[in-house]
């Protein structure tokens, strides 16, 4: 159970309090966040009611090493040019442009498929640079031993570099992530959380309204990825595909396509999801947490309770826990709780009548003013409302 404490903010101080909720940080921290020290001294920050005060929020796992939140995913795109077997046929703009149609192509030169030893998906790189120092930061701030969160998009890397090709390369790409979540386990001694985080999932199930094929593809491909984490805590981040703090349909393009309404579809997103975690739970692969963003980019959410109704037919397994990230600085303190309240109606369960909070995607698009903003508002549902 989580420590009391007191709460600041906005320079008032509320009440002690016992926390309702646990808090799940997406991912990357804001761009104005220069080193790995500062983002948890951050995330710790949120976590407290003060520092006298100790822990009062508890999460599943401190993020790291996405200290920006479009460049690291260029970074494994652009490692895709050292496949002797793919060539390239489009420049990667992903990172310059944040929109979606900057994103590479590259097609398997006939009859080949790539070399597992010329692949890096740079999981194994990022936590062998960022876990030594993520140990002394967690020691310095007194958070004893937290595990890290370890991003795994390996999917989705896949489909963003070779589109229609992905399937024939599948094997090799999970072949990979397999020897690099060994690396990663056997580095950290098991210290991780690994979060799979798809857009593609999500985007692919709402645009063809939940194509048997497809689901089944990715039912596949998610349950190999997720063997190959050997019984580690693991979760699944329903991802937006938010992009440069815009929802996937409000970019440059995408705009003109009105796409928006078709991706962003509540009964899709939980017919799709509820395919996938019967499935998964079929061959005992349950994750420990689930996340489905509310907020879709810098759109102000609906507070119509209406509007998340259809959340009531949403399975879960009951060991998993549901964050909900529908924090939105577009929101006001009371609205943000109010929000809160509408979710909990709608996705608790008996024993588990509070979901749990988190920002719908990484804080990258977010100057250092808006990713605070949102830990006040974490707080605020956590301790208060």
């Known amino acids: 159970m989580a420590r009391k404490g007191s709460f600041t903010t906005k320079g008032k101080t509320l009440p002690n309090k016992t926390a309702i909720r646990r808090v799940f940080f997406v991912g990357s921290t804001s761009h104005q966040v220069q080193t790995l020290g500062a983002a948890m001294n951050y995330f710790a920050g949120c976590l407290h009611g003060t520092h006298e005060g100790g822990l009062v929020i508890s999460t599943p796992a401190f993020p790291g090493g996405e200290l920006t939140d479009s460049h690291w995913v260029d970074e494994q795109l652009h490692r895709l040019d050292g496949i ?3 060539r390239r046929v489009k420049k990667a703009t992903f990172g310059e442009t944040e929109n979606y149609f900057g994103l590479p192509l590259y097609v398997p030169r006939r009859g ?7 692949i890096n998906l740079l999981f194994e790189d990022r936590v062998r640079a960022i876990y030594p120092e993520f140990q002394t930061t967690a020691k310095n701030l007194k958070l004893g031993q937290p595990r890290l969160q370890v991003g795994i998009n390996v999917v989705d890397l896949l489909i963003f570099g070779t589109w229609w090709w992905a399937p024939g390369q599948l094997d090799a790409f999970i072949e990979r992530t397999r020897m690099e979540v060994e690396a990663i386990l056997k580095f950290t001694n098991g210290n991780v959380f690994f979060v799979i985080e798809s857009p593609t999932f999500k985007i692919l199930s709402n645009l063809t309204r939940c194509r048997p094929g497809i689901l089944k593809w990715y039912l596949d491909a998610f349950a190999r990825i997720v063997r190959t984490f050997q019984g580690a805590p693991w979760g699944f981040h329903f991802c937006d595909g938010r992009l440069g703090g815009d929802a996937l349909g409000d970019q440059g393009v995408t705009k003109k396509l009105s796409l928006y309404d078709r991706i962003h579809h509540h009964k899709y997103t939980v017919k799709a999801s509820n395919f996938l975690l019967h499935g998964l739970e079929k061959e005992e692969l349950v994750p420990d947490l689930v996340h489905y963003p509310f907020v879709a980019g810098s759109r102000r959410p609906s507070l119509d309770r209406d509007d998340y109704e259809v ?18 600085n577009q929101l006001g303190l009371e609205e943000q709780g109010e929000f809160y309240h509408i979710l909990d109606g709608v996705l608790g369960r008996p024993g588990k009548p509070h979901v749990g909070s988190a920002n719908s995607c990484g804080y990258g698009s977010d100057d250092l003013q808006g990713m605070l903003g949102s830990f006040d508002r974490i707080r605020y549902v956590s301790l208060v409302a």
């Open 311 to 328: 959340y009531r037919n949403l399975y879960v397994p009951e060991k998993t826990q549901v964050f909900a990230g529908a924090i939105s």
């Open 84 to 86: 002797s077997a793919f």
């Open 112 to 118: 080949q498929v790539a070399d597992v030893k010329e």
